[in-house]
């Protein structure tokens, strides 16, 4: 699973650096968000969390073991492709024939 979302019937055992920054940023009614009115400083912020959760991001696919995994999705992938087109021209070839 390389999009990083959980199942939902699984469930999660810690919170994503994003999914906590989403919980801050959130506006809420009736409360105020100190965070949010900080101008300049704010978007300091916002820039070096994105860049954290980016970064945090790539050392995943860095990672050995993540390789793996990318690696046989992306072999799965190619297969269903030339299985796709195998199926396709073979379909074609039926076609004409008749």
Request: proline fraction near 2%.
């Amino acid at each position: 699973m390389l999009s990083g979302v959980a199942d939902a019937a699984q469930p999660t055992r810690y919170v994503t650096a994003r999914e906590y920054y989403c919980f801050k940023l959130q506006v809420r009614r009736g409360l105020f968000n100190i965070v949010l009115f900080g101008g300049r400083l704010f978007q300091q912020w916002a820039v070096d969390m994105y860049i954290k959760i980016e970064s945090m991001r790539l050392d995943w696919y860095s990672n050995p073991e993540n390789q793996k995994l990318i690696w046989a999705e992306l072999y799965q992938v190619t297969t269903h492709i030339i299985l796709f087109i195998y199926f396709y021209e073979l379909c074609n070839l039926i076609i004409v024939f008749r």
